[in-house]
């Protein structure tokens, strides 16, 4: 790809020779000749060989750079022509010899379903979508198009997935959620999970994360959110669209967590909280059963505005200076008592 | 099953239309004509169209609901109904043509086992017991009756498993423990990790969930315990019976959990810790090493009783307060200073 | 082996019998005769029928016992012991039928696969390494020699292994990187995860931690370092050598631990975050972004020295008694107004 032809795709200026070849993107700090990278902010100190450089509008030259393409968002831009030059793994369509699938299973034209792959009975699976090797579905799940299943992912029966979902390796989709109800002698009981998991288009989920299918319901991964590694998410819980979550965060049963909200990693939810749209969740914060957590950037256990964390954080380093005031002013008073009575 | 039939097995009393077909079981918000439901408190204010609606004792009639049936402990009695209309899956007994077999493995009657399973030497599966696509099972190892392994569970050689476990699709039984020791040149060198595991009958353990086998010793999972998703259990921990631990604890080496105990999520356990029985530890909990926790409610890191910890919290969020009280001391302290310098 | 022998082996001075038969090793509280056990402390309450306990120098008899062995590190010793008497399993070498093997793959010798194994297009595994069941090696990977892949494993292309480590069930190395960029219409696109995982030399990592690969360059685990189960380890993230990390620790991308480090369970760090050599940091610590972790030993969120968290936690513990000295305070200055205006 030449560089006259990236800047015409991310719509930039292009500063420098518009000839030069790139084969690969790169980290500045480790980018050469014949390959793209980019730069956030200020750009002036910086000594590369980059074949281009995608930098924030204002820039012409970067030291040693053959390129430089400026544009409003060098890293969406530089992100977008990576996806270009390192396309997703292309696995021709096949199915593995190895691979069990069910007589009444309905698979779509350009799939691949690797070795030790099982497919259950009436489920589907959609057209362009790869199950690798070890992926195990269950019976009546529909997958839909362009999807990518990672090694050793277990989908329950009854889940349904919609397009372009990729689940990275071990992902859990729909095991039975933690219910129980304690009977008569103290022993626990299993309630009823007998829900579904409906996971929506454009969903990312990251290695080992487990994802609960809903008590009696269902639970729900709205469109184009992000979820990390490692991550649990209770039965019935419902998240919005275009959410972002880090690793290792736990997700209780019957949470909402609405639109567009960015939960950091490790963070732990109680059952039944309510994240309103656009709240951002810091790490480790931990959110009790049933709180409404408004618009805002919130933080520590348990939550509060992130401006109040940090004042409550102050007072407390400070309390080392508060015992001493308050011991230089119990002197002071009984100096005053003294010299009263001295009169 | 009609009403009458349910309310005998339940031992409910009936109000309205006996012979009501139910088919299955549906939370309230969602359950119609021929659905089965539950509340558990006030039913004055609900609307719906439920066959049947188990509600507490007291309630005679529910707006909409074909039937009602009274009982002390409507959530229990809906679960042991649910159960009865939705039972689980049974597989017909099977052994997958691919699944790997030792010769010397024995096989109980009515056992399901699904493609691409193993079961190692000596090994022993009880009667009933499904192993499901993908589940290994090492050597040695025995399964109790009536066990569920899901897919792509493993269980390390000599672990032993009683009657009626569930074991979640990832679950990893008997990998060795974290323990090593330094050795002169400061490399880490393998404390041995010899030990076994032993998970008693009607045990449930989470997907992805890990239990380590003892270093010399062995871990135990007592009778009835409930074990979330994606806990780490550490080697020698022993957990007693009808314990319910939240999705992604840690348990470090060690660390005895006596019978009845309910732990949150996220809660961390400092080695050689023992809870005793009947103590509850709230979601994201430190438990120090060493510490013995005696029955009652506890909360923060590190732990402390759930009463001391509102008071905490409550003391810190007031020091903004606290720190204006003394810059008023103060002023008012000066002011009597200056009046007595002015006598 | 004789107890003689074992001396000699661990270079200890051996009392009483030194022809004692030893066939195993033991805890202290379980051994009996024919095994071996040691003791770190003070021996003198010990009541043992073990045939041969290791005990710190100084020690020359333990009751019951029928030898001694005398050593510096007693605890070193035994795992050394340990390790002869209870040699890793050794599977001879195989290749299963049922595993999947590109052709142009090269296979050691001395190597196992296991079954249902899939090991893909120009990988290389070493002399002596173990595949066990289930295990998938993607595409492009490098394994060193003598390493040990348990079950369900899954290596993403491009990976490389050094020798001698040990992935425990359910490891996943190499899936994508948590990273997006936001587009103008607020969908999240992929930033490229295009990097590599290298693990080095004598690595043991738990049962199911991931390891991610590079967004761009590589994640690096050190030679000798040891992680334990279900830890998050981010895209880019450079662990050093000899490092040591708890249970359900999470590390975000790009953070950096030098060598010589001791991590706790469950905690967190941000993105960008360095942890300078030999640094020690508590369980549930929260390392912010970019934090500078100095050697000393570190706890609490957001990270403290040892000492200043405790003498924070102790002033938060007494925040009671510092309410109550205001409260003093106020009533004598109220005295002391009331008497000077009566004068």
Redesign the interface.
Known sequence: MRTREIAEIIGGKLFGNGETEITA???I??AGPGRISFVKGDASAIETTAGCVIAPEGAEAISGAECVIAVR?P??AF??I??LL?PP?VRPPEI?P?A?IASDAEIGEGVFI???C?VGERSTIGNGTHL???A?IGDGVTLGEECVI???V?I??GSTLGDRV?L???V?VG??G?G????ES???????Q?GTVVIED?V?I???T?I?RG???ETRIGA?T?I???V?V?HNVQIGK?C?I???T?I?GSVTIED?CVIG??V?F?DHARVQSGAVIG??A?VLPGKIVRPGVWWG??IQPLDEYK???A??????R??N??RE??K??EK??E??EDQ
Chains 1, 2, 3 share one sequence.
């Open positions: 993107a790169a980290d700090s480790a968002d890293k969406l992100a977008r990576a996806a390192h793994k593995h190895t069990v690797g070795a030790f099982t690798r090797a070890g195990k990672h090694p050793n277990f329950e029966d990729i990275h390796a071990g859990v095991a039975d933690f129980y109800v304690r009977g103290g022993e626990y009981e299993k309630f009823p007998i454009d990312e990251g290695a080992n487990c609960d008590a009696l319901g184009g992000k990390d590694n490692l649990q209770g275009r972002v880090a690793a290792q736990g209780s567009d990693g490790q732990g109680g790490s480790q931990g256990t348990p004042r409550q954080n007072h407390v380093k400070g309390l080392d508060l015992k005031e308050i002013l119990k002071k008073l005053i008592k010299g009263n």
